[in-house]
């Protein structure tokens, strides 16, 4: 899977609009972005992915260059309890092999909300 | 009702003992994992079974013993801890490949 790297920290204002980029330079044509978030002593918990086109759903938006090799997930309106680790993963999107389902996490970006 | 559960939550015990950690999934989901939080943070997976067969075997000293009896269960079995063991252990579930994974709340294994 191609390697992703993302800011190590961002903080964002609470109410306002939460911009966390993730770099993918190497992704392959059939890896699909995938954005995960772990606050703090919880298990990790799934946000939303995209393959090339923008995606939304209730907990964020996906923005995915035309290139691929960037994408942004946006908070619109981050609150006290986005406050967490956001995980950027590129994957394979196959059944077979030894990456069946594989999410491989790296660092993450640490956000956090204040009042 | 939670999706991903495991128990227990805590876990304190010496080295060289052997314990288990359980995770059940009321998700029918067919696909279920184990993956291990080091003192850096670093998720890293350890195994992944798909109805009941083991289909991904990360490099894992042989001490770890996954078992699924059911679809629906996955037990992390572990011999001979060793302080380097101590961790949160997460159980994660999906359906097919989706890359949906739904985890638990974590096991926080201490060994002293």
């Known amino acids: 899977d191609a390697k992703t790297t993302q800011p190590p920290s961002m903080d964002c204002a609470e109410g306002r609009a939460a911009n966390l980029p993730c770099n993918h330079s190497?992704?392959?044509?059939?890896?699909?972005v995938y954005w995960y978030r772990q606050i703090h002593s919880q298990g990790p918990q799934y946000i939303i992915h995209?393959?090339?086109n923008n995606e939304t759903n209730e907990m964020a938006s996906l923005i995915i260059t035309e290139d691929r090799k960037s994408s942004t997930l946006i908070l619109p309106h981050a609150t006290l309890r986005d406050t967490a680790v956001y995980y950027c993963?590129?994957?394979?999107?196959?059944?077979?092999?030894?990456?069946?389902?594989?999410?491989?996490f790296g660092q993450g970006t640490i956000l956090t909300v204040h009042p | 009702d939670t999706a991903v559960s495991q128990t227990p939550k805590y876990l304190v015990t010496q080295m060289g003992n052997d314990k288990s950690i359980k995770c059940e999934q009321n998700?029918?989901?067919?696909?279920m994992y184990w993956y291990k939080q080091d003192s850096k943070k670093f998720l890293k997976i350890m195994f992944s079974?798909?109805?009941?067969?083991?289909?991904i075997n990360e490099t894992v000293p042989n001490r770890f013993s996954p078992k699924s009896p059911d679809k629906a269960h996955l037990n992390l079995h572990i011999n001979s801890l060793e302080l380097g063991d101590s961790a949160v252990y997460f159980c994660?579930?999906?359906?097919?490949?989706?890359?949906?994974?739904?985890f638990g709340e974590g096991s926080r294994l201490t060994v002293l």
């Open positions: 994660a579930s999906t359906q097919g490949v989706t890359g949906e994974l739904f």
């Open positions: 190497t992704i392959s044509g059939n890896e699909y």
């Open positions: 995209g393959l090339k």
């Open positions: 993963i590129v994957r394979v999107a196959s059944a077979g092999g030894t990456s069946y389902g594989k999410l491989t």
């Open positions: 998700l029918g989901h067919d696909t």
């Open positions: 079974y798909n109805n009941k067969e083991l289909i």
